[in-house]
């Protein structure tokens, strides 16, 4: 049996960490068994649907670099692959069932139907309802002769589901293990078919599951409530279910369900923030699953390779943003200074320090640049902030920033003084020699090395912490350095 697993969003809002995670667990579990990972948009919901959202899908993924093999912009064998050109499909299924009696129509008013629990597609996913709450199976006593009479004659209606009044619905959860539901305890009679002949979330999840031949199902445990409800639909339609794996949910640092309180959660907060997509990919991949004991970072390539479904822990996954930043600082450092320079431009341009299309000197500056910083960014939106000082003069900070701690005024010009001599006989072409020349100096003058550097540091980058100080001057010339240290000396007088 080949694989073939889907991602299916509702294109409501802006693509989130959760179900990036959710894609990414079945585009691994799919590559990792030679199979097939689609993606179906599940539109229904057409209140809250946007263009704007499905493009962000697109672009997320895209980013990202993990694709789907059948979809909408790919096309396949299944298609279409978007919900609202799949009506008809619905309405036939929907009609099926109530000729196999496993359905029927209901005429009720939605006054009488409104103690029904919200749909998924529509709320928060947990669809289930408590013994006696929901629709009181009002029409399912109707004679279907009769029923389906008025249904032709145009008299408004939905089509409901028959849920078995007794026993219980079992399945078996490739995470979970073997899970059972009293059917007093699933929605009662939910709609398949609306009145304006929309279908539900469980009636176009079900069919376009089966007719796509999905194998698996993965998503979160979140959804568990709508198993028991899919299985009696399965069963009857008469086909053979798809196998459930459900994953576990995303917490906060403080236990709850993962939201905006918690900081970033859609993907384009972290894009921006200046993620690299391979720390991203990498740190939400072990959300919840294990690869290989002592290793932390991992390829796509070596994530599809090494999944499995029996490394996935069954105990929530606690988001945690430090380590996401270690993992973004270790593929900083891992890149090579053009790829950085490629990487870090556009918050540079953003920033007003290059053009969109940095001039050959611009590039040749930020190239030279790049090994400075490479090991000091968090994020690549911490490159404007650490590299302005090459392409503009600082402002001068608070002269309190000039004078070390056992210092006052008089004694830090002094110190910008010698550092302008030394600056000007040694230079900065070797940085060793200029270390031990300054460390010389220090030393005669009765300076310790950190409180002769600090005032040059501030003077030419603007600020107490910088990339290498020696080799920042060296990148932007000595030349332009010289008269930074007598603009800080004229206001320390």
Known sequence: MEVRVRYAPSPTGLQH?????????????????????ILRLEDTDRSRFSDAYVQNMYDTFSWLGFYWDEGPDLGGPCKPYIQSERFELYREHAQRLVALGKAYYCFCSDKAAAAEPSNPAEGDGQDEAPAGFGYPRTCRALDPAEAKRRADAGESHVIRLKIPLEGTTKFTDLLLGDIEWKNADVNPDPVLLKSDGYPTYHLANVVDDHLMGISHVMRAQEWIPSAPLHMIMYDAFGWTPPALCHLPMVLGQDGHKLSKRHGSTAV?????????????????????????????????????????????????????????????????????????????????????????????????LLLAAAPLVRERLKYLSDAPAALAFLFTEPPLPPLEEFIPKKLDAARAKAALALCKQLLAAVGVDSHEEAEAAFRSKAEAEGFKLGDLLMPLRVAVTGTKVSPPLFESIKVLGVDKALPRIDRAMEALS
């Open 17 to 37: 960490i959760g179900s990036v995670r959710t894609a990414l667990f079945n585009y691994l579990f799919a590559r990792s068994q030679g199979g097939k990972f």
């Open 268 to 364: 384009d907060e972290f894009r921006t923030k200046g993620y690299l997509k391979e720390a991203l990919i990498n740190y939400v991949a072990m959300l919840g699953c294990s690869y290989e004991d002592g290793r932390d970072l991992f390829s796509l390539e070596d994530l599809s390779r090494l999944f499995t479904i029996e490394h996935i822990n069954k105990a929530p996954a606690v988001f945690d943003y430090v380590k996401l930043e270690w993992f973004n600082g270790q593929y900083i450092r891992m890149k090579g200074d053009e790829e950085l320079v490629s990487l870090m431009t556009p918050y540079l341009a953003a920033a007003g320090l290059v053009g969109d299309k940095p001039s050959a000197a611009e590039s040749a």
